[in-house]
């Protein structure tokens, strides 16, 4: 079946611009997370949505990031007055939540932003 | 928080040789260790994980151990490949079955197989 997808796979944007990152998690999956993963690094979390609402959003840096997921299914990562230092990947990753097992997480192929 | 490091940061061997990569984190109330593989330009790809009541989980050619009084976890590759170069990466979560799982991953071991 599909797996996580995420739009645009690069993002090139001036300092000061605003940019969105979109995210279409696995199908039925209630469980969405998004992580920043900067050059030579693992995965840093961002935020977390159970459903429609963020139940963690403790890793967003500051308050210059936003994420929504309004119908309970699409995902975006909202970046306002981009900074030279918001250049990373972003990945999106989804899991079902199923309470039968590990929480597994699926990843998408991540956005590539940078920032010039 | 928790944290998860891993080391060596690079590790290269011949084909068929066995790979090791190992992982320590801090908090002993992690319970789930799940290992992405990653390729240029793609996103993390579940390998294999295991869970904190479990030492060891095997699966073809890949398994992982858990030590827990220790806090540390490694990643054994056997009859290794030149399609198993990548980046691995470990992670950590305190809460698998909660509702939020969010991983702690480690900084990642960029492993190259030798033809």
């Known amino acids: 079946g599909a797996g996580v997808s995420q739009t645009p796979s690069n993002k090139v944007t001036e300092k000061g611009k605003y940019v969105e990152l979109r995210c279409d998690p696995i199908s039925g999956h209630t469980a969405l997370y998004w992580y920043r993963q900067s050059l030579g690094q693992g995965p840093e979390f961002l935020i977390y949505?159970?459903?429609?609402?963020?139940?963690?959003d403790s890793g967003l840096p500051n308050d210059r990031f936003f994420a929504v997921r309004p119908e309970g299914s699409v995902s975006t990562l909202k970046i306002q007055r981009t900074e030279r230092g918001d250049s990373a990947v972003y990945l999106c990753?989804?899991?079902?939540?199923?309470?039968?097992?590990?929480?597994?997480?699926?990843f998408g192929p991540g956005t590539r932003l940078t920032v010039l | 928080g928790e944290n998860v490091e891993q080391h060596p940061s690079t590790l290269s061997v011949q084909e068929g040789d066995s790979a090791v990569i190992k992982c320590t984190y801090s908090d002993s109330a992690s319970n789930y260790f799940p290992w992405y593989k990653q390729e240029l330009g793609k996103g993390p790809q579940l390998i294999i994980d295991i869970r904190s009541n479990v030492g060891e989980k095997k699966d073809q050619r890949i398994a992982v151990t858990l030590n827990k009084t220790a806090k540390h976890f490694s990643l054994h590759i056997t009859e290794t490949q030149p399609e198993d170069s990548a980046v691995y990466f470990c992670?950590?979560?305190?809460?698998?079955?909660?509702?939020?799982?969010?991983?702690?991953f480690g900084k990642g071991i960029t492993l190259s197989v030798r033809p």
């Open positions: 949505f159970q459903g429609t609402g963020a139940a963690d």
């Open positions: 990753a989804s899991s079902s939540k199923s309470g039968l097992g590990p929480d597994t997480q699926y």
């Open positions: 992670a950590a979560t305190l809460n698998y079955t909660g509702a939020n799982s969010k991983l702690t």
